[in-house]
């Protein structure tokens, strides 16, 4: 993705800290920007921070010191529900409703937004179209579905409102290998034309490199450094060489048992 | 003069017995739904609540019945008319189970459904119509379930206060020593008990979500 294209601050934190209701501290002075139409990829290990990191851009939780911006507004000054349907969720589980069609699930948002029956169907047929769902899939409940296109349901349901801002957490997490590659791929596809503002949860390195314009490495409530994929091999930072390391340790193990 | 023959000769008693044992429970149920659920929701929604709601309930639920008619009946308006009083402590009973259910089917609902529906922006009233309850109901409806059964058998003790009902046989039939009397109470009793268990139970199966 070209990011010279697009310019301006969607996301900025200053200052952020989060310290979770039993006192223990998961965030600290934490600053960052994420660029409009860039894909901002948050990679870390569980626990250091980069759900709640993500949280805080729809105030899910709200920071214990320091401000978030979105759109140049701070949060704690906006209308919560108006932010939370101004920006797509999508989490690791989907969170589908299981009393909900897939058609129902897809045109959720636009239906409390208040929208027209035809404009939500209309919609609804365009983004199972969009994120590559079969027609026939529309009036399955989502247990009927396959964790594939549960996903793609998932994707489709944070789109409905046109949203600049996509929050993406672990979308991919627990797909097979297979599958992840082809969601990856059309994610690419589908942000090559889209062009939404993405922050991204993962703790797959080779997803961070492959989906990410920029990867913020994050580790125990810090972002360790923010680096382009490109760069990010090249760091001598010892965190992003101990994952560089991990990701290879796979591939060159593999490569030097040979062939007996 | 066997059982079934003494009931179709005072078919016309056993239907008015019936028809007022239904009365009874039907509205103490629809009161005990009306008050129950919505503390069901408040003590899912406010833990610190959820103590004291309960352990009320359980207590209520622990006074012997007759007992509890008893210290009804010097309450005002109340007092003044057995079915009001019946209906009342009905209603009590009625509480636990639906409370509790509620709680439970509202607690039990996937965290990531919640988490995903407040993070696109339901609102507090949205997540609770659209998703906490429609996802809770059968849990809901099998605590209706369990509070009309007691209630057509705690019914039965209602007549001891004179509020009517199939209690009327069975407390008539007990001083006459006559267990035809009895039998003709305990058993339209009985088969309201297991009518309503099979029809809410359907209902419950037919409402789970898939």
């Known amino acids: 993705m070209d990011r010279s294209s697009t310019n301006g601050v969607a996301i900025e934190f200053r200052d952020v800290s989060y310290v979770s209701p039993t006192g223990q501290e998961v965030l600290s002075g934490l600053n960052l920007e994420v660029l409009r139409g860039e894909t901002f990829v948050l990679l870390g290990r569980s626990g250091s921070g980069k759900t709640t990191t993500l949280k805080l851009v729809n105030r899910l939780l709200s920071p214990s010191a320091g401000e978030v911006r979105v759109d140049g507004a701070a949060t704690a000054g906006v209308d919560v529900i108006a932010l939370r349907r101004s920006i797509g969720y999508v989490i690791q589980d989907v969170g589908l409703f299981p009393h909900f069609t897939v058609e129902r699930n897809i045109g959720l948002v636009p239906r409390i937004e208040g929208w027209a029956e035809d404009r939500i169907r209309e919609r609804v047929q365009e983004l199972s179209q969009l994120v590559g769902l079969e027609p026939r899939l529309a009036s399955r409940y989502p247990r009927q579905l396959s964790g594939g296109q549960r996903q793609r349901v998932g994707v489709a349901r944070a789109l409905a409102a046109d949203p600049a801002l996509l929050l993406m957490d672990e979308p991919f997490g627990s797909l097979d290998p297979l599958t992840r590659d082809e969601l990856q791929r059309e994610f690419l596809l589908l942000q090559q034309r889209l062009h939404k503002t993405v922050v991204f949860v993962t703790h797959d390195v080779g997803e961070a490199l492959r989906l990410g314009s920029r990867v913020a490495l994050m580790e125990a409530g810090r972002l360790v450094t923010v680096l382009a994929p490109q760069e990010f091999l090249r760091s001598g930072d010892p965190w992003v060489a101990a994952y560089v390391k991990a990701f290879k340790a796979g591939l060159d193990s593999a490569a030097n048992r040979g062939t007996e | ?210």
């Not at chain 2, 009306?34 to 408040?42: R, T």
């Not at chain 2, 308006?77 to 509620?102: K, M, V």
């Not at chain 2, 009233?125 to 996802?135: A, D, S």
């Open chain 2, 1 to 210: 003069m066997n059982i079934f023959q003494f009931m179709v000769q005072n078919h016309d008693q056993v239907l008015e017995l019936t028809l007022e044992h239904l009365w009874l429970v039907g509205i103490s149920t629809l009161l005990a739904v009306l008050i129950g659920i919505p503390l069901g929701v408040l003590i899912a929604h406010w833990p610190v609540l959820n103590k004291p709601v309960l352990a009320s309930a359980n207590i209520i639920q622990t006074i012997p019945s007759l007992a509890l008619f008893g210290f009804l009946l010097p309450l005002p308006w109340l007092g003044e008319r057995a079915d009001r009083l019946a209906i009342l402590a009905l209603t009590l009973y009625a509480l636990l189970p639906l409370i509790r259910n509620t709680y439970t089917g509202i607690r039990g609902v996937d965290p990531a459904v919640v988490e995903a529906g407040r993070g696109m922006g339901l609102t507090d009233r949205q997540l609770l119509f659209q998703v906490e309850l429609p996802l809770a109901v059968s849990v809901i409806l099998s605590g209706v379930r369990v509070a009309v059964v007691i209630s057509v058998g705690l019914a039965t003790i209602a007549a001891a206060i004179g509020a009517g009902g199939l209690g009327e046989f069975i407390f008539r039939g007990l001083a006459m020593v006559n267990n035809q009397l009895i039998l003709a109470g305990a058993i339209p009793a009985a088969a309201l008990a297991l009518f309503a268990d099979t029809s809410l139970g359907w209902l419950e199966k037919r409402l789970r979500p898939r």
